[in-house]
């Protein structure tokens, strides 16, 4: 069965009996517990599986911490204390969350990922792409702007 179109909460039953009639199910049960919010809507957040960028930060960590060491602080104190706090505690870092306002990572690619293309200003893109005015970087802005590729017969770069 398909739940395309449907919201996630509205489907939790209907899934639940989907994998118990396929054998997938090994326990079901209920647990009070709390819930995350949109702070914007106060709507539910629903978290889904999605491909993500990472830097590898805990590889990093005492390059880091070194170069923390050598920083000019004002007060020290946020050298001292905050800020090696904060890195002696750091972990990888996700760099392409897919929110509207967070920063989506300026890649265009092939299909294959043969060709990669990093945008490095908004210039760029115009020239790359051949669309000029781009005014809103924002994801609903500008996920139909295409590169077209550098090998012949390679569908465009999104």
Do not use: M
């Amino acid at each position: 069965p398909t739940f395309k179109g449907r919201h996630v909460k509205e489907v939790d039953e209907d899934v639940c009996k989907e994998l118990k009639s396929r054998g997938r199910v090994y326990d079901k049960a209920a647990f009070v517990h709390s819930y995350p919010f949109c702070w914007r809507s106060e709507s539910p957040l629903i978290y889904r599986a999605i491909d993500a960028w990472f830097v590898n930060v805990e590889d990093i960590k005492s390059k880091l911490l070194k170069s923390n060491e050598a920083t000019y602080w004002v007060p020290d104190s946020v050298k001292t204390k905050r800020f090696t706090n904060w890195l002696q505690d750091a972990r990888d870092w996700n760099v392409s969350r897919n929110r509207y306002w967070g920063c989506p990572l300026p890649v265009w690619h092939s299909e294959d990922w043969e060709e990669v293309v990093v945008i490095g200003s908004v210039a760029e893109l115009e020239q790359l792409s051949g669309r000029t005015g781009i005014t809103d970087i924002h994801r609903d802005s500008i996920d139909d702007i295409t590169i077209p590729s550098k090998r012949e017969g390679v569908a465009p770069l999104k």
